[in-house]
């Protein structure tokens, strides 16, 4: 793989009837655009990437590759340069002083330095939640705007390095304000037909926007042999004809070739082409001096090579080609899978590093904790805030972070980012919650997060009584489960406003113990009413005359015979000797459906004669001729059965089990795998397979970052003809937060929803399967350079996950986006050891429509708050517009002087919207209208700090 941070001189070729056109048709203009892709870690961490340590591992220094095009800019007033990464820009821009911030700022005004993409990283289209994808683009946008105001507003999504497109990010894209999106990746095939039909840049029309799509002509590196980095070794322009070195001549004619192999490829007469590498302008002045040369004799001579060369920007390129294009075509399904070749599908990373995955899906949702927190309560000055962990969570969501694609102490760096906010967060809620509640004792956070449950506090067996405050970050008021250990079952619930809460005791899984030696014996599963973005409390007290109907103890499997587990919603059936689910009956509907998960695994290649392509971090590759293998033997462990929850516990090898739950209020079966070490007597790729008598066809359901849910069909592509040479890993996509299979002839469906992303398909009628593991001995040649092994206390990484299973008749589909808010908006528990509190139950938000979710509670400034607001419901899906009373539902922290703003909230929505009496045509005062999909994002200015 092309090492990634490149800095990128892209050239744009524009032809007659485009800007900067001059007086000879028959030429093309090329327009240079010098830029730099700087990966937010990947080989080297954050920080040394800035500072240009570790060049034993790869040589690059951002600071360095800053300072000397700004150097470059400021004595050529002619040239140009373009800058993505907002992380890293940041970081140089707080090191300057006042008069080079003011000549930066004049490059900027003078569209010298333009900033494309603005968001805090590049982030991945595949792994990566939209609500996340939001918050990394607006850390960005928000910062330009602060310090630069309108000129420095980005136009263009530049997406050049992630492995494969979303439409969702396209679509939130023009939600921004862009208007353009560039790429570099796209199957193989996908591009040899887009080259024949002159078809690479096109209008990407998705549900919730539009924008125009590019892909570049050849990746984002410079065109073969005109690389003039000083790690490159192209050789200079030498025009000396006295030199023994001269070369000016073969440069010239070959360059042109270059230019005319490109233009014959685009029908509108302008094309784009990138000079440069990854880190590559770390001496600029190099760089600028050969791309002078190049520019001067290429003009020299523009009559007979029929080009002429100018500075120019990807904005302005655009800008040419839909001025001189007419009826470019249509795309509206997104980009996935990635291939560059037959065998290198670029499908394992949908599930690479699975706990960093599924760490930053459970930090996305802290953070909007922390950040509606630091809203409702007044913060003290012990600089506390949201602050570092929402940078954190935005270098979290770069292309080689949550994708898995980095080396391993990268990744341990990004996790180790994260759990600083996550520490400061920790503190700043528990303190809000402690106000919220009016207690004066102190609160504290236990970690239960499936890869760190440690609870020190509720160990302690000599207190009496624990009382604990969950926080509910949806904005719709729900019934929530929290689990939370404890030292035994000797305690009694306690909740003066709910008396129909109720708990249930169950033993802590072996497995657990695992993962962490210190786990206490037993869990406390609490079922409790909590207000949307609100509190409610509950508290446990000793009590030794305990009811034991609500401790689950164990059948023992000798005695256990077919088990049949029912609840409101659905009844379960279980096989009593393998513990295996065998079957579903939905009651509303009243239709029974053979449900059967099963651990599977696939052997990783690790290369072949016809190919040498081995399965690593990114790629996913089986062995040739194999299919999947079932892991272990299936063996019933415990049956747990209660009034309010019941659990089978069933166990494949000592490495894989599962556990399956059934709440007496919920519409679904949670399934909790665990699995790990992997053994490594061969590269595994473990998948979770449910296998059920539903005729789906060929044909499957993804969504797109946890919004729309997209058509699959197995060996097919909408756009070309696709032709496989890897059915397994070419069939697979990035399954962000649900997959589904539907049969029209019973009118039914099933719909697993994930706790993170990973890679899923269903391979045959009736199937659906999701990797959910990975680790392999090889590398797979695409940069990263080690094998993807990670590993925990010395053996292999255990990770452990959930998926909740969905079954119902097709006309309930729908309720999937209800179930999925709900996993996404995990409950928080802040815990304390004071019996007496005040405000037993609170919220500061009043949400009652069903589709209608708030994303976004933040403090904008020291006067004002950032909402969002979405309508859930897809077209497809029945969703119609909503109106919404900004009043009635914020409450006291409406203003009536709000104003509307671009998604990222750096812009005015009428830089957004081109029809503005349109857009508002569903609005009245504060009452304003959602489409369906649709999020609108508000500004309410308040005179003082909230109250």
Request: proline share 4%.
């Amino acid at each position: 793989m092309l090492v990634k941070a490149v800095l990128v001189l892209c050239i744009v070729v524009v032809s007659w009837g485009a800007p900067h056109h001059h007086d000879n048709p028959k030429i093309t203009t090329v327009h240079v655009v010098p830029h730099t892709h700087d990966d937010v870690g990947w080989l080297k961490t954050v920080d040394q990437y800035y500072y240009g340590a570790r060049d034993d591992i790869q040589h690059a220094g951002v600071q360095y590759i800053i300072d000397t095009v700004v150097q470059e800019l400021l004595a050529d007033n002619s040239k140009t340069f373009i800058y993505v990464e907002t992380a890293f820009f940041k970081r140089w821009w707080e090191e300057q002083d006042d008069d080079m911030k003011e000549n930066v700022r004049s490059l900027v005004k003078n569209k010298q330095l333009e900033f494309i993409n603005g968001g805090y990283c590049m982030n991945d289209e595949a792994s990566v939640h939209y609500t996340a994808t939001i918050d990394q683009m607006s850390l960005g946008l928000q910062f330009l705007q602060r310090e630069f105001g309108p000129y420095a507003t980005p136009r263009i999504a530049w997406q050049i390095d992630p492995f494969g497109h979303s439409s969702a990010h396209a679509a939130l894209s023009a939600q921004m304000g862009l208007e353009g999106i560039f790429f570099a990746r796209m199957h193989y095939q996908d591009y040899e037909n887009r080259i024949n039909n002159k078809e690479l840049e096109f209008n990407w029309v998705v549900e919730g926007g539009n924008i125009f799509g590019g892909k570049l002509f050849r990746h984002y590196e410079a065109p073969p042999g005109f690389c003039f980095a000083t790690r490159c070794s192209d050789p200079p322009i030498v025009t000396n004809k006295k030199s023994p070195e001269y070369n000016l001549d073969e440069r010239m004619d070959t360059f042109v070739k270059l230019l005319q192999e490109q233009a014959d490829a685009y029908k509108s007469g302008h094309i784009m082409i990138t000079m440069g590498g990854d880190f590559n302008h770390e001496n600029s002045h190099k760089y600028y001096k050969n791309l002078d040369i190049l520019m001067k004799h290429i003009n020299a001579n523009s009559t007979a090579n029929g080009f002429k060369m100018i500075y120019s920007t990807p904005s302005k390129y655009m800008d040419a080609v839909t001025a001189n294009v007419d009826g470019l075509s249509n795309k509206t399904d997104d980009l996935f899978p990635y291939a560059e070749s037959a065998h290198s599908y670029w499908t394992g990373y949908f599930t690479s590093r699975p706990t960093l995955k599924g760490y930053v899906r459970s930090m996305n949702n802290f953070l909007q904790v922390c950040k509606h927190i630091e809203v409702m309560v007044p913060q003290d000055s012990n600089g506390v805030s949201s602050e570092n962990l929402r940078l954190a969570m935005g270098v979290a969501q770069h292309h080689d972070a949550v994708s898995g694609t980095s080396k391993q102490h990268v990744a341990d760096d990004y996790v180790q980012r994260l759990a600083i906010g996550q520490t400061e967060c920790e503190t700043l809620v528990n303190n809000g919650l402690q106000q919220l509640i009016g207690s004066k004792s102190k609160l504290h956070s236990c970690r239960l997060a499936y890869n760190e449950s440690y609870c020190p506090i509720l160990g302690d067996v000599s207190k009496d009584i624990f009382s604990f405050v969950v926080y509910n970050s949806h904005s719709k008021t729900r019934k929530v489960f929290v689990r939370v250990p404890t030292s035994s079952a000797n305690y009694r619930l306690i909740n003066p406003e709910e008396p129909t809460a109720f708990v249930s005791y169950v033993p802590t899984h072996y497995s657990t113990y695992k993962i962490n030696p210190e786990a206490l014996p037993m869990e406390a599963v609490i079922s409790i009413e909590v207000p949307g973005m609100g509190h409610s409390i509950f508290q446990l007290k000793k009590d030794f005359s305990m009811d034991y109907r609500y401790i689950l103890r164990n059948v023992p499997v000798s005695k256990v015979e077919n088990i049949r587990v029912e609840s409101m919603y659905l009844i379960a059936y279980f096989d009593g000797n393998t513990g295996s689910l065998l079957k579903v009956t939905n009651k509303q509907s009243k239709t029974t459906e053979s449900i059967n998960p099963i651990f599977l695994n696939y052997r990783s290649s690790i290369g072949t004669k016809e190919a040498k392509q081995t399965s690593g971090a990114y790629v996913f590759r089986p062995l040739t001729g194999t299919v999947a293998e079932e892991i272990g033997t299936p063996v019933l462990k415990n049956y747990l059965p209660g009034e309010f929850l019941t659990e089978v516990w069933q166990t494949y090898t000592d490495w894989a089990n599962f556990v399956y739950r059934i709440y007496s209020n919920k519409p679904y079966i949670e399934v909790q795998w665990t699995v790990g070490p992997i053994p490594m007597d061969y590269g595994r790729e473990v998948i979770v397979r449910y296998q059920t008598g539903l005729n789906s066809g060929r044909t499957f359901y993804t969504d797109s970052n946890g919004r729309e849910m997209l058509k699959r069909v197995i060996d097919y592509q909408p756009t070309w003809n696709v032709n496989l040479s890897e059915p397994i890993a070419g069939n697979y996509y990035p399954v962000n937060s649900r997959i589904s299979i539907k049969d029209t002839n019973k009118n039914a469906h099933l719909t697993v929803l994930t706790d993170r992303s990973q890679g899923g398909s269903s391979l045959s009628s009736g199937q659906i399967e999701l990797m959910v593991h990975r680790r392999m001995y090889k590398d797979d040649f695409k940069g990263v350079g080690e094998p993807l092994n990670e590993t925990q206390f010395g053996h292999g990484l255990i990770a452990r996950g959930i998926h909740w299973l969905y079954y119902s008749d097709t006309d309930n589909y729908g309720i999937h986006r209800d179930i999925g808010l709900d996993l996404f908006y995990r409950p928080i528990i802040a815990i304390g050891v004071e019996n007496e509190v005040s405000n037993l139950k609170k919220s500061l938000i009043k949400n009652n429509d069903p589709d209608v979710n708030i994303i976004t509670l933040e403090k904008f400034d020291e006067s004002s708050i950032l909402v969002r607001v979405e309508n859930i419901k897809s077209n497809s899906e029945g969703g119609n517009v909503i109106s919404v009373d900004l009043q009635e539902v914020f409450g006291k922290f409406f203003s009536p002087n709000y104003k509307e703003l671009g998604l990222a909230g750096d812009r005015h929505i009428s830089q957004v919207v081109s029809n503005m009496k349109e857009y508002v045509k569903n609005d009245s005062g504060h009452i304003i209208g959602l489409k369906p999909l649709q999020i609108r994002t508000f500004l309410f200015s308040h005179a003082s700090q909230f109250e």
